[in-house]
């Protein structure tokens, strides 16, 4: 059966401004870090891709690398861009990044003029596309000169190749520095994706005053802590986790006593705003407007329909974000 996408997606999605930009993103945006590779049931992948689509979610977060294998997430997507989505490619924002290694040897890895423009061909062939909407400096490269790595994001607009560029893990003095590379190069910055979460709170250090300066938008990765900041962990370590697996970031050490209490408290908090705890973690991030969109991930649909639903309650009062940092400081 043709996919024909939901005529009501736009009615309840909000929709932000990415800094100074003239290009508005989702408040909710998916991201194919998880769950879309070839280990991955194609299928599944695409129920939830759909979905969000209905949902009003228009943009679509990959790297070259993302998997497993690294390649698969972006070929499965290619694939579903293909047969579903190919009549709505104008209303969809899909970037790609890269940084980390995807090839052995000396040019497959980091942020050469080489290994970018090289990985940016690779990703569009692999997605059956002509260009991508963002393309990302997926980390900083402790040695390759700045001005090259950014010459090369410049490189792919003037090529066709990307509209936008953005940076990923590039802390509040390297940013400044992109920035005004850039701006020089007369490719603006559009967007930062750094990790952001109540509990990991480094971006408020410095990072948010120089994109909010600049004009740069930001869209959190990991807004959720890894699951952390879920129903998952409340009474410890369920057998079916991220935390439970050998691999991975989260690890089980990380679930310690003291963050299970936190977790429990703030959960309470979330059900009396009638809100799951994801949904307030949610808001939280995006509370104040200094953040243009939360990349959720997602293992099945519910999970998506349940984090688009934060759109619903995005508000705090002074009294509740008080509560909040007394917890996450306790």
């Known amino acids: 059966m043709v996919y024909q ?173 992109a920035i005004k590379i850039l701006n020089q190069l007369g490719t603006p910055l559009l967007i930062h994706q750094p990790k952001y979460s109540m509990f990991n709170r480094w971006i408020e250090d410095g990072l948010q005053d120089v994109l909010q300066e600049n004009g740069v938008g930001s869209i959190a990765f990991s807004p959720l802590a890894q699951g952390l900041l879920t129903n998952k962990y409340l009474t410890g370590i369920p057998a079916d986790s991220r935390a439970a697996r050998p691999t991975g970031f989260l690890r089980e050490e990380h679930v310690t006593a003291e963050v299970v209490e936190r977790v429990q408290k703030l959960n309470k908090m979330a059900v009396e705003r009638g809100q799951s705890l994801s949904q307030m973690a949610l808001a939280w991030v995006l509370r104040g407007g200094k953040v243009t969109s939360v990349l959720i991930g997602a293992s099945k649909v519910s999970q998506i329909e349940e984090n688009v639903a934060v759109i619903n309650n995005l508000e705090f009062t002074e009294e509740e974000l008080a509560m909040i940092e007394d917890i996450l400081k306790s």
């Open 5 to 177: 996408a939901a005529e009501n997606r736009y009615e309840s999605m909000k929709y932000n401004r990415s800094g100074r930009s003239g290009l508005l993103l989702p408040a909710v945006s998916l991201g194919l870090w998880h769950n879309f590779g070839g280990v991955d049931t194609y299928e599944n992948g695409r129920v939830m891709l759909r979905r969000a689509f209905d949902l009003g979610i228009t943009h679509f977060d990959l790297a070259n690398n993302y998997g497993p294998p690294p390649g698969s997430a972006e070929e499965m997507f290619g694939r579903i861009l293909k047969t579903d989505f190919a009549p709505y490619r104008d209303e969809m924002i899909i970037s790609t990044k890269a940084g980390y290694t995807m090839w052995p040897g000396p040019y497959g890895d980091w942020g050469s003029r080489k290994y970018l423009l090289s990985s940016l061909d690779q990703s569009l062939k692999r997605m059956g596309l002509d260009y991508v909407d963002i393309f990302y400096s997926h980390r900083p490269d402790p040695n390759t000169p700045i001005e090259e790595t950014m010459a090369a994001l410049d490189s792919v607009v003037r090529q066709g190749k990307a509209l936008y560029v953005g940076i990923s893990n590039y802390s509040a003095e390297q940013t400044a520095a």
